[in-house]
């Protein structure tokens, strides 16, 4: 038997067999690191700066410009030239035209001479040979003559309102390095640097594939049949955990055409996700194909529901296999698509929210992770909340992680947040 492709980018990660969510979900968000580290520069895309908070930059980024670019006043008031009196040079009625105010940049034509200044605006460039900015209440003016005003602090004269061009950066310099989640202040400095646009990790494109030869897409299923309960929901889910939607494909149960369908998805996408086939009957064709044309790198869960979870190493993409039933495809793709996706980006997986069961909860033959609400500061269960049901899901707050032997009321543990 010819044995399972071992791909370059996944040679670094090692399979893991019943694992706990924990285990799984690291395991995830190692693999979608080694998969973006493989790509390299491919899953670099230029963005401007007002989509740039919440994203992981991609490479270090240099001032185009010095900030600040030229000498700047901090304070309303006078540029001058030595210790004064000084000449006011300039227009000055246009600086006091009732109702308007004098541009940042009205100060800077021409140089001061010794003796001289000129109205600066907090901001306004301060023109070259000036020594110092006198501030409007330290300053007196007769006419033409400028003077420092009888109780004004010597200190107006040892230039503390000037600000040097290049106090923040200098052209050139470093101002953001490679792996930095950006805030809004970020994009703001980069603006002041002179960017437009940063080098951004993109994130993951994630394909569909949706099995299954039973599932209807629209109107009432009658017996043997059932509704598509995956079109609507995991596309959101996929962007609500930071990945790209790319194809999403519908395939019947059969095993050529399932085997075609990866294929061509994993050659266009970085991560293909399937819904169903994962269990050992004859009638579970995803796993064995996964068997034969993927290396596995998580083979199921000790978690209910999505025990049946396959995450595997195709030639060029991962394949996250998720069960059947709803409710288990959505938990299992919220926990290991979710630190999937935060590997490939960059980000540090997310973290569970600490809560207080509300009542005695009973524990299962795994870690259960049930729909739950938070009441009267507890969680406590939805109702419907078997691996094949949406109802309970459709009310909850989050998913509750409910170690195997139970919770007690005022017990702690964990939440994880839904991605919608």
């Known amino acids: 038997m010819t044995p399972p492709p071992n791909p370059p980018w996944a040679q670094e990660l090692h399979t893991l067999h019943h694992a706990s969510?924990?285990?799984?979900?690291?395991?995830?968000?190692?693999?979608?690191?080694?998969?973006?580290?493989?790509?390299?520069?491919?899953?670099?895309?230029?963005l401007p700066l007002d989509q740039a908070p919440g994203r992981i930059l991609a490479r270090d980024v240099q001032a185009v410009c010095a900030v600040p670019h030229y000498a700047s006043s901090a304070m309303d008031g006078y540029a001058v030239n030595g210790e004064g009196p000084w000449r006011l040079v300039g227009d000055r009625a246009a600086h006091e035209t009732e109702g308007s105010a004098p541009l940042p940049s009205a100060a800077s034509a021409g140089a001061l001479e010794p003796g001289t200044a000129v109205v600066v605006v907090t901001g306004g460039v301060i023109p070259e040979g000036a020594t110092t900015v006198v501030r409007e209440e330290y300053a007196r003016s007769d006419g033409e003559l400028v003077a420092l005003a009888d109780d004004a602090p010597r200190s107006e004269l040892a230039g503390r309102h000037v600000r040097p061009a290049g106090t923040e950066c200098a052209e050139g310099e470093t101002i953001l390095t490679a792996g930095t989640v950006l805030s809004p202040a970020h994009a703001a400095f980069?603006?002041?640097?002179?960017?437009?646009?940063?080098?951004?990790?993109?994130?993951?494109?994630?394909?569909?594939?949706?099995?299954?030869?039973?599932?209807?897409?629209?109107?009432?299923?009658?017996?043997?049949?059932?509704?598509?309960?995956?079109?609507?929901?995991?596309p959101h889910v996929v962007r609500g955990l930071g990945g790209e939607v790319g194809e999403i494909r519908r395939a019947p149960d059969d095993a050529a055409a399932l085997e075609t369908a990866l294929r061509e998805l994993g050659a266009e996408h970085d991560l293909v996700v399937t819904t169903g086939g994962t269990s050992r009957s004859r009638a579970d064709l995803v796993r064995p194909l996964l068997e034969r044309r993927t290396r596995l790198l998580v083979d199921q869960l000790d978690m209910q529901p999505g025990h049946p979870t396959l995450l595997a190493a195709a030639e060029r993409a991962a394949v996250l296999a998720l069960p059947g039933n709803p409710l288990g495809a959505v938990v299992a793709m919220t926990a290991l698509g979710g630190a999937f996706t935060a590997g490939f980006l960059g980000r540090a997986p997310a973290a569970g929210v600490p809560v207080t069961a509300g009542a005695d909860i009973t524990g299962g033959r795994a870690e259960r992770l049930v729909p739950a609400r938070a009441e009267d500061g507890g969680w406590l269960p939805c109702r419907s909340v078997g691996s094949n049901m949406l109802r309970g899901l459709s009310a909850a707050d989050g998913l509750l992680c409910v170690p195997r032997g139970g919770l007690s009321a005022g017990g702690t543990t964990t939440a994880l947040p839904l991605p919608w």
């Open 190 to 234: 980069a603006a002041v640097a002179g960017l437009d646009a940063l080098p951004l990790r993109g994130a993951p494109r994630v394909a569909l594939l949706l099995t299954g030869s039973e599932v209807l897409s629209h109107g009432v299923p009658g017996p043997g049949r059932v509704r598509d309960a995956f079109s609507m929901s995991l």
């Open 21 to 46: 969510r924990e285990a799984a979900t690291a395991h995830a968000h190692r693999t979608g690191a080694a998969l973006a580290t493989s790509r390299g520069e491919a899953v670099c895309r230029d």
